[in-house]
């Protein structure tokens, strides 16, 4: 017998019938910061695209009953789980979305395909390559029976950087010859900030290693068209023992609990220099400790015949140079990217009109969605997200052998 319809369902379900598509029904394992992102992404997609399937919002999930129904009730999800094992055995679920720290990403991935459900994943898809290697394999083999998984690297989905990876594909620059990237926040340059689980090797599995240089890794290669070969790298903890939380943590916000204190067993600052397959160089810069940077993720890559950058704090644009112009009127110029033939904005506002970083979940829903209607593998693929993670322990192995050069595993 399947499992009851649950309150708010019914209508849910109605709606996607009404719209003549079938429902893809979601069941998400995780409520905070990434919880409620996906959730905005999961509930506008379908109201923007004319897509295949119905997002339908069937089933949160998370350990806090209170804090999860109230998440369900503030985000439109029809009901509330306080085991991801229940959400995972309903038959009323096509596809789990994973919005947890990445101590739980492997067990509950593999559980899901195990059981026949398409997954999303947030980033960096495990916490080691072994986890990454597992997930990758179950994966493929789910593959054979229709089921797609994906990563959730939601920078590929901003249409300046899908703008930027059609150019470089379309060979604007020439040759690549750099790739320079930088990723800065400033959320812990107070030490008073609590110990939460970003601080913690055995929940996040590194620091602002996974946290934000996977972002800018896969970035990086994603634009280049090409992976990395090979790294150098220096890491860095600057403050290594910080207070207890006083309870749950709130996006990257938290409260000290009193005087008592825990080690920080990740990293602060993540630098590094790599090489692509093609012989072009790299440099990434990831740390939450450059005051006064909020969320400034900047690339550049540079070619033989041109230059592309891109700033995530002017999201809505980029800076392209074609070196083939003449010298004398020659330069950066800016491409505003909101036209209606740019990528995804066909379905958005009038030209000039722009998106902001909500949107790149919306744009990370509505891609999942054609994949599993299409039967086709989503990107980034759980196997990308595998090659992302061994650029991480390359980064780390490095770091222990006094910044060598290391070669990323294959």
């Not at 559980?111 to 390559?129: I, M, Q, S």
């Not at 920078?155 to 930088?182: F, I, Q």
Request: charged share 20%; proline share 5%.
């Amino acid at each position: 017998m399947g499992q009851p319809q649950q309150p708010g369902q019914a209508e849910a379900e109605a709606g996607a019938a009404g719209s003549g598509a079938p429902p893809l029904r979601v069941g998400m394992v995780g409520y905070a910061f990434m919880g409620a992102a996906h959730s905005q992404g999961w509930r506008t997609a379908g109201r923007v695209f004319d897509l295949p399937r119905t997002p339908v919002l069937a089933a949160i999930c998370g350990r806090d009953a209170g804090a999860v129904r109230a998440a369900a009730d503030r985000h439109g999800w029809a009901s509330a789980e306080t085991d991801w094992r229940t959400l995972i055995a309903r038959d009323d679920i096509d596809l789990v979305d994973i919005c947890t720290p990445g101590d739980s990403h492997a067990e509950i991935a593999l559980a899901a395909l195990a059981a026949g459900k398409h997954v999303l994943c947030e980033k960096p898809l495990a916490n080691t390559v072994e986890e990454a290697e597992a997930m990758a394999a179950a994966a493929a083999r789910a593959q054979a029976d229709g089921q797609v998984a994906m990563v959730g690297f939601n920078y590929r989905r901003l249409p300046a950087t899908a703008l930027a990876r059609d150019m470089v594909a379309e060979g604007r620059l020439g040759r690549l010859r750099h790739v320079r990237v930088t990723y800065l926040q400033d959320w812990l340059v107070d030490p008073q900030f609590p110990l939460t689980w970003r601080l913690r090797r055995e929940s996040a599995g590194s620091g602002s290693l996974g946290d934000l240089g996977a972002h800018i890794v896969d970035l990086a290669q994603h634009l280049a068209g090409e992976w990395l070969t090979g790294v150098s790298a220096m890491t860095e903890t600057f403050v290594r023992e910080r207070p207890l939380p006083g309870g749950a943590a709130s996006g990257l916000s938290a409260v000290e609990a009193d005087e008592a204190t825990g080690a920080v067993t990740v990293d602060d600052a993540a630098l590094f220099t790599g090489r692509f397959a093609s012989g072009a160089l790299a440099s990434f810069e990831a740390t939450r400790y450059a005051t006064g940077r909020k969320n400034a993720l900047r690339i550049e890559l540079n070619g033989e015949h041109g230059s592309l950058a891109f700033d995530l704090e002017r999201l809505n644009e980029l800076e392209y140079h074609d070196g083939r112009e003449p010298g004398t009127h020659a330069g950066f110029r800016r491409i505003l990217v909101t036209e209606p033939d740019h990528p995804y904005l066909d379905a958005w506002w009038p030209p000039g009109h722009g998106l902001g970083y909500e949107h790149s979940f919306v744009h990370q829903a509505r891609d999942l969605v054609h994949a599993v209607a299409e039967g086709r593998s989503p990107q980034p693929t759980f196997a990308d997200g595998l090659q992302v993670q061994r650029v991480l322990a390359a980064v780390e192995e490095s770091a222990e052998k006094n910044s060598v050069f290391t070669p990323i595993a294959v």
